[in-house]
Structure formats: structure tokens, C-alpha cells
């Protein structure tokens, strides 16, 4: 009697682990954490990853790196144990600290963090030329990661959402990219800076020209990836433009405050990331009116007041026409834009 047949066997699944420009353990202790909690952590773009051992491949935890402040070796207050094996990651709304199990891992990963978070690779650490080469290596893929990736600050809203934006939330930022109205594949640059107690808003147009993107001013500013547009506009204000990121603590709801105790009936405005691609939706709102210089001096005056704190004079000739997960549909902003145009008209008639 013939035996019966048995099921052929199906080969385990195997799990890629993920690929990270730096790995090791790291123990981690958040605002919250009453003590240091040991994970597997693992770099890659401009998050870190946290998983439960090396073997891993699904995370648990992550940081975004978007809102990087600075980086402080100072070890817990009263410890015992060797100073240089602490570091805090300082962040725009929080601070982890860190313990690690030696010098060399310390500097290796606040090496590591610094180039992703500032596009180069640091000197003034206690680093071998091994070490640097591999964060030469990892900057050269966050390039070419960034050039394709679309910044995390870039909203799909029109000109007037992109000012409420920046007015009801400036905890979260004052420089946002938004498409641009006059039908192209270009973006517009919206910055909000409080001059003397007066608020000030300026729009920067960007082209898109080939495989770049030049911010549109008196001498062109040519720049590898919108990202970079970014990055020049934080470097050129000293750090005093800051990306909007909005918090996930926030209401995703733009419009008028309900009265106490009555729940709003706005839907929620979904917040999803936008895809990598270069071309950009246009918008149906091609008026727009940019700021445009009247001289070619950094001193010279502009239509919308004085110049932006912190910005420098170098900054002031080259931009002075305007122009990290985010996306805004303008559905169900009308109530919004008409606040916004109200308050644009009264501002207009006082001036004259």
C-alpha cells in the first residue's frame, strides 16, 4: 500500500533586515522614561530607529531628526558612572539622553547624526580616518536621498493658507515651500518673521530649471534638490528661518474656533506624506504678488517693510524677490481664506 503523499514544505520567509548608514546598541531614556531602556538603534536619512535587538527587522521606536536643536555630552546629574559614555540629543519639543558603552561609540554616533542632520562631516570630534570615511560615504547616500525626496515642510496649500498656517502655529516653524501659483513645476517659498512687534511675510519664488532648482532673485541661486533650498534659506538666517513641521499634537483642522462646549463640526484635515517626485500640482490661484526690490543695495527698501530678523545683508541681495510626512488639500478652507482676506483688507486700508 502506497503511502501517503506529504505536503511539500514551504521555505520560511527571510526577513531583509534594514540597511542604516550606522548601527549599534544604544540606551535610551525619553522625557518620560524614569530609567535608560537598552534598544538596537539604527540611522538611516534623517531618523533614527529603535528596534529590540539586532535581529530585527520592524522598528518600535523612532526619532525624527527634522527638529535637530544640538547635541550635549553632559552625563546625568549626580552619576557615577564615566561621563564620556553619555550624550542628549536636544530636539525642537523634547530631550532624550543617551548611554552608550564607550567613547568611540559616542562619537560615532553624534558623528553620524551631524552629517545627516547638517550635510557635512564634522571635525571636531575624536575620530579616526576610518570613522570619518564612513560618514563621507553616508553623507554622499543622504544626498542623493534628499535630492529625490520632497521636504518635510512642503505643504500643499494656497498663498493665504500658507500665511494662517504660519500665523496660528509659529511654535512650529516659519518657512514652509507651497507649489507655486503660476502654473509650473516650480514651488514659492513663505517665510513669517516678527520685525518690532509687526509680523512679516514674504514669499520667494523657486524654477525649476533642468535637475535644479534656482531660487529666483537678483543672482540666481542654483541649488541641487528643494531640500538644499531649504538648508540655504536656515544657513543664509543663521538658523533664524526655521521648517514648519507641524506637531502631531496639533489639530489637523484649519478654521474658525467653536464656541465652549460646542464640538466642531469641521472634518479633520488628513495629513499624509508626499510622494517624491519632482513635479508639482499647480494650484488655480496664479496672482501672485512676490516681493520685488527697488534697489540693488542690501540696504535697499522693500514693499512689505524692513528686512527679516536675522537675515544677513548678503542674503538681503540675493533673496530679495520671494518666491522629517505632510499634505493639506485646500477643501474646506474657504471659511479660512475669507478670514485671511478680511484681514488683508483692513490692513490694506489703515495703510492708506
Known amino acids: 500500500m502506497a503511502s501517503a503523499l506529504s505536503p511539500p514544505r514551504v521555505p520560511k520567509p527571510k526577513y531583509v533586515l534594514p540597511s542604516h548608514y550606522h548601527e549599534s546598541f544604544l540606551e535610551k531614556k525619553g522625557p518620560r522614561d ?46 557615577s558612572h564615566d561621563p564620556s559614555t553619555h550624550f542628549n540629543l536636544v530636539l525642537r519639543n523634547q530631550e532624550i539622553k543617551f548611554k552608550v558603552e564607550s567613547l568611540e561609540s559616542r562619537e560615532m554616533w553624534k ?13 571636531n ?46 511654535e512650529c516653524g516659519n518657512l514652509l515651500l507651497r507649489p507655486s501659483g503660476d502654473n509650473t513645476d516650480g514651488v514659492s517659498v513663505t517665510t513669517r518673521q516678527t520685525l518690532n512687534g509687526t509680523p512679516v511675510v514674504r514669499h520667494y519664488k523657486v524654477k525649476r530649471e533642468g535637475p535644479k532648482y534656482v531660487i529666483d532673485v537678483e543672482e540666481p541661486v542654483s541649488c541641487a534638490s528643494l531640500q538644499a533650498v ?30 465652549a462646549g460646542v464640538p466642531k463640526q469641521l472634518p479633520p484635515v488628513p495629513v499624509m506624506p508626499v510622494p517624491g517626485q519632482h513635479k508639482l500640482p499647480p494650484l ?31 542674503l538681503t541681495k540675493k533673496l530679495a524677490v520671494s518666491s522629517a510626512q505632510a499634505l493639506f488639500p485646500t477643501t474646506g478652507l474657504a471659511d479660512v481664506t475669507a478670514e485671511l482676506e478680511e484681514k488683508l483688507q483692513r490692513r490694506r486700508a489703515l495703510e492708506h
Request: aromatic content about 10%; proline content about 7%; hydrophobic content about 40%.
Open 284 to 314: 488655480l490661484n496664479p496672482d501672485e504678488n512676490y516681493v520685488i526690490p527697488i534697489g540693488d543695495t542690501p540696504a535697499a527698501d522693500y514693499e512689505n517693510g524692513d528686512e527679516p530678523k536675522g537675515l544677513t545683508s548678503s
Open 34 to 79: 524614569r530609567d535608560y531602556k537598552k534598544f538596537w538603534a539604527g540611522l538611516q536619512g534623517l531618523t533614527l530607529y529603535f528596534y529590540n535587538s539586532n535581529r530585527d527587522s520592524q522598528h518600535v521606536e523612532k526619532l525624527d531628526l527634522g527638529t535637530f536643536v544640538k547635541l550635549t555630552d553632559e552625563a546625568p546629574w549626580g552619576s
Open 125 to 170: 570630534l575624536t575620530l579616526l580616518p576610518g570613522h570619518l570615511y564612513m560618514m563621507a560615504e553616508a553623507l554622499a547616500k543622504e544626498e542623493a536621498r534628499r535630492a529625490l525626496e520632497m521636504p518635510s515642510c512642503f505643504i500643499k496649500v494656497s498663498r493665504l493658507d500658507a500665511q494662517l498656517l504660519l500665523e496660528r502655529y509659529p
Open 230 to 259: 531649504v538648508d540655504y534659506f536656515v544657513l543664509q538666517t543663521k538658523k533664524a528661518l526655521v521648517p514648519f513641521l507641524l506637531d502631531e499634537d496639533y489639530e489637523k483642522v484649519l478654521g474658525p474656533a467653536s464656541a
Open 111 to 123: 558623528g553620524f547624526i551631524l552629517t545627516v542632520v547638517e550635510l557635512r562631516v564634522p571635525s
